[in-house]
């Protein structure tokens, strides 16, 4: 079964770190741009950063800019979000999803797509 499997939401304080992690089965990663964006309750969904299948470009929106950072590991087929200093504000659910391209616009594009994974839930509060 192709699909995509985030992991590694929890609660955690403010100032504090997680590591979610994407993680592929059914098809290779490695060729594909990957890109995390994130859903508030009673927000719309956002888009967070991407990462070309080379790992050589990288995206963050601003609000995360600094804080977080997209990286792969091929031979382990996944993807990872490491986020530190988290705010009240990133609490959300987060998704990965394939992109056609690591840019803005495209990950803007995606989040017209109505098909999304379950994610995983960051809590962050005190």
């Known amino acids: 079964q192709v699909q995509l499997v985030e992991s590694g939401g929890g609660l955690v304080q403010p100032g504090g770190s997680l590591r979610l992690s994407c993680a592929a089965s059914?098809?290779?990663?490695?060729?594909?741009?990957i890109g995390w964006f994130r859903q508030a309750p009673g927000k719309e969904r956002e888009e967070i950063s991407c990462?070309?299948?080379?790992?050589?470009?990288?995206y963050y929106t601003d609000s995360v800019k600094g804080r977080f950072t997209i990286s792969r590991d091929k031979t382990k087929n996944t993807v990872y979000l490491q986020m530190s200093n988290l705010k009240s504000e990133d609490t959300a659910a987060y998704y990965c999803?394939?992109?056609?391209?690591?840019?803005?616009?495209?990950?803007?594009?995606?989040?017209?797509?109505?098909?999304w994974g379950r994610g995983t839930q960051v809590t962050v509060s005190s």
């Open positions: 999803k394939v992109v056609p391209m690591c840019t803005a616009i495209q990950l803007q594009r995606m989040l017209r797509s109505d098909s």
């Open positions: 990462i070309s299948n080379s790992g050589d470009r990288t």
């Open positions: 059914g098809f290779t990663l490695g060729y594909y741009d």
